[in-house]
């Protein structure tokens, strides 16, 4: 297996999401990841890829969405960075619990977690979110 690597930089409109997961899915059959990987990595994209932009960039087109996309003996390795304020993951409300079933927010990270081997999100030194994702062979 041969280590490949693609870096994006996006704006932060609504139509990066598309063009971050069309990417996501070109290297992943690249790579001879298979439809259930692929599935699962188009998922995870589009919910981080969503995220950065309304959330952490809040569709400023002048703040890009830096995404990695890594081949590694571990899997398919993921990087989505903004430049946003930032979050705490662990404050944001469990949507499975019954008081939050009606809210709007948390799904996107319940679905990554859902979707993907591995999900783990950074506060970035230079201010912004960064979450790594892992979707193993």
């Not at 969503?50 to 390795?77: M, Q, R, Y």
């Not at 990087?79 to 944001?92: L, M």
Request: glycine share 6%.
């Amino acid at each position: 297996m041969s280590a490949e690597k693609t870096e994006l930089k996006l704006p932060s409109r609504l139509e990066s999401v598309d063009e971050a997961a069309t990417e996501a899915a070109n290297f992943a059959e690249r790579n001879d990841f298979g439809d259930e990987v692929l599935f699962a990595v188009d998922m995870a994209v589009r919910e981080s890829v969503a995220n950065a932009v309304k959330h952490g960039n809040k569709l400023d087109e002048t703040k890009p969405v830096e995404i990695t996309f890594e081949n590694s003996t571990a899997g398919l390795a993921i990087t989505v960075r903004d430049f946003g304020e930032g979050f705490a993951v662990e404050e944001i409300p469990d949507p499975t619990n019954p008081e939050n079933l009606l809210k709007a927010t948390g799904r996107g990270i319940l679905f990554m977690r859902s979707f993907m081997d591995e999900v783990e999100w950074f506060n970035h030194a230079e201010g912004g979110m960064i979450v790594k994702m892992l979707k193993k062979r």
